[in-house]
């Protein structure tokens, strides 16, 4: 999970002492800090590991969903 720093710092996250370097779309790199947070997706919820980021809008990816025992459908784009 990715979040802009406004979003987690209002939501008081967990600030584990991990960092972790990620690959951008564009294949640039960057670090960041790893936060632990709670998440409620289809009415299940579990433990998200969450890193913090300048972007326009919050994204979810594959781990937390897993973790939530989630999966994309591509063929309908739905969980």
Do not use: Q, W
């Amino acid at each position: 999970m990715v979040l802009d720093p406004k979003i987690a710092s209002e939501l008081g996250l967990f600030e584990t002492p991990f960092e972790v370097e990620l690959t951008l779309a564009d294949r640039g790199k960057v670090k960041s800090k790893l936060y632990l947070a709670e998440v409620e997706v289809e009415g299940r919820k579990g433990p998200a590991l969450v890193a913090v980021l300048d972007v326009p809008i919050p994204l979810l990816g594959i781990h937390a969903l897993e973790t939530l025992g989630l999966k994309p459908n591509p063929l309908t784009g739905r969980l």
